[in-house]
C-alpha cells in the first residue's frame, strides 16, 4: 500500500505531464483537436494557475532574500565604515585639545626665568589620605628631589621621589604640603598648606594683616623651593577670631588637580650657591 504523501507526489506529477502534453498537441483543422484540448485545459488551468503563482511566489522570496542579505551587508558595511570614521574624528579631536594645552605650555614656559622640563601625568594615588601623582620623567631625565612642579594656572606641587624615568609629586593641597606665601595686594605673609575638600590654609596670617576675599596668593620664594611670584590660588574665606593674633584664611587654588595631564618641573634651584658660600 502506497502512503497518502506518495500518493498526492505521483497525483501532482500526473497532472504536470498532462499538463505538458495538452500544451504539446497541435491544433488540427478539425473543430475535434480544439474541442478535446479545451477539455484538458479546463482540467488542468486551475493547476497551471496554482503552479504559476507558486513559481512566482517563490522567485519573490528568492530575490527578497538575496536583497536583504545584500543590504544586511551593506549595512554592516557602512557600520564598520562609520566606526572607522568615529575613531578617527576622536584622534582628531584629541589631537586638537592637546595642541590646544601645549601651546598654553610653551607661552607660559617663555615667562619662566628657569629652565623646565615637561611631562606627562601617567598616574595618580587612589588613596584618600595621599595627594599625589606620577609623572613620566625621573633621575635620569634630571628630574630630583624637592623640584617644583607648575603648570600655568599655577603651583602643582613638588617632586618627593624618583626613579629611572618617572617620579612622584606630592600636590598643592595635601597636607604634608607647604608653600611660603604672601598676599599679591598687600604682601602679606603666610605659609599655604594642604587643607580640607580640595583647598589650602593660609596659615600665620596677622590677624591686623589686610587680607580680603578674592585677593590673589603667590609665592613667596623664600622657602628655597618655589620662585616668587607663581600663582596659588584666591582668597575664598576668612575668619578673624575675637582672641589670637592670627587670623583664619581659606584659599581655593587655580590648579585643577583633578584635570591634570602635562606639567612642567622647574629644573633650576631657586637660589643658586654662590662661590664659597653654603
Same mark, same amino acid.
Given at each position: 500500500?502506497?502512503?497518502q504523501k506518495t500518493l498526492m507526489i505521483v497525483g501532482l506529477i500526473a497532472l504536470v505531464a498532462i499538463s505538458i502534453t495538452v500544451l504539446s498537441l497541435p491544433n488540427g483543422?478539425?473543430?475535434s483537436a480544439p474541442e478535446r484540448g479545451s477539455g484538458a485545459m479546463a482540467v488542468t488551468g486551475p493547476f497551471q494557475r496554482a503552479v504559476s503563482a507558486t513559481i512566482r511566489f517563490g522567485k519573490g522570496i528568492w530575490r527578497h532574500y538575496f536583497a536583504l542579505v545584500s543590504a544586511s551587508m551593506e549595512n554592516d558595511r557602512l557600520m564598520e565604515a562609520l566606526a572607522r570614521e568615529k575613531e578617527k574624528n576622536n584622534r582628531y579631536r584629541e589631537a586638537v585639545l592637546a595642541?590646544?594645552?601645549?601651546?598654553?605650555?610653551l607661552a607660559f614656559k617663555e615667562t619662566l626665568a628657569h629652565r623646565v622640563l615637561a611631562a606627562e601625568v601617567i /598616574? $595618580?594615588?587612589?588613596?584618600?589620605w595621599f595627594k599625589t601623582i606620577l609623572i613620566d620623567k625621573g633621575s635620569k631625565d634630571g628630574v630630583s628631589n624637592a623640584m617644583p612642579v607648575v603648570v600655568p594656572e599655577g603651583i602643582?606641587?613638588?617632586v618627593v621621589d624618583t626613579a629611572g624615568h618617572y617620579a612622584k609629586v606630592l600636590l598643592l593641597v595635601d597636607q604634608n604640603s607647604a608653600v611660603d606665601a604672601l598676599v599679591q595686594r598687600t604682601r602679606a605673609r603666610g605659609i599655604a598648606r594642604?587643607?580640607?575638600? /580640595? $583647598?589650602c590654609l593660609f596659615d600665620y596670617a596677622l590677624r591686623k594683616d589686610d587680607i580680603k576675599v578674592g585677593d590673589v596668593v603667590i609665592s613667596s620664594g623664600l622657602d628655597r623651593v618655589f620662585p616668587k611670584g607663581l600663582r596659588i590660588g584666591k582668597v575664598a574665606e576668612?575668619?578673624?577670631r575675637n582672641a589670637g593674633i592670627f587670623q583664619d584664611v581659606i584659599i581655593a587654588p587655580f590648579v585643577d588637580f583633578e584635570k591634570l595631564e602635562e606639567v612642567f618641573v622647574i629644573l633650576?634651584?631657586?637660589h643658586k650657591p654662590t662661590k664659597g658660600g653654603p
Amino acid at each position: 500500500m502506497f502512503s497518502q504523501k506518495t500518493l498526492m507526489i505521483v497525483g501532482l506529477i500526473a497532472l504536470v505531464a498532462i499538463s505538458i502534453t495538452v500544451l504539446s498537441l497541435p491544433n488540427g483543422p478539425t473543430g475535434s483537436a480544439p474541442e478535446r484540448g479545451s477539455g484538458a485545459m479546463a482540467v488542468t488551468g486551475p493547476f497551471q494557475r496554482a503552479v504559476s503563482a507558486t513559481i512566482r511566489f517563490g522567485k519573490g522570496i528568492w530575490r527578497h532574500y538575496f536583497a536583504l542579505v545584500s543590504a544586511s551587508m551593506e549595512n554592516d558595511r557602512l557600520m564598520e565604515a562609520l566606526a572607522r570614521e568615529k575613531e578617527k574624528n576622536n584622534r582628531y579631536r584629541e589631537a586638537v585639545l592637546a595642541n590646544k594645552r601645549l601651546r598654553r605650555l610653551l607661552a607660559f614656559k617663555e615667562t619662566l626665568a628657569h629652565r623646565v622640563l615637561a611631562a606627562e601625568v601617567i /598616574g $595618580k594615588d587612589p588613596s584618600p589620605w595621599f595627594k599625589t601623582i606620577l609623572i613620566d620623567k625621573g633621575s635620569k631625565d634630571g628630574v630630583s628631589n624637592a623640584m617644583p612642579v607648575v603648570v600655568p594656572e599655577g603651583i602643582v606641587g613638588r617632586v618627593v621621589d624618583t626613579a629611572g624615568h618617572y617620579a612622584k609629586v606630592l600636590l598643592l593641597v595635601d597636607q604634608n604640603s607647604a608653600v611660603d606665601a604672601l598676599v599679591q595686594r598687600t604682601r602679606a605673609r603666610g605659609i599655604a598648606r594642604g587643607g580640607l575638600g /580640595g $583647598k589650602c590654609l593660609f596659615d600665620y596670617a596677622l590677624r591686623k594683616d589686610d587680607i580680603k576675599v578674592g585677593d590673589v596668593v603667590i609665592s613667596s620664594g623664600l622657602d628655597r623651593v618655589f620662585p616668587k611670584g607663581l600663582r596659588i590660588g584666591k582668597v575664598a574665606e576668612i575668619v578673624k577670631r575675637n582672641a589670637g593674633i592670627f587670623q583664619d584664611v581659606i584659599i581655593a587654588p587655580f590648579v585643577d588637580f583633578e584635570k591634570l595631564e602635562e606639567v612642567f618641573v622647574i629644573l633650576d634651584p631657586v637660589h643658586k650657591p654662590t662661590k664659597g658660600g653654603p
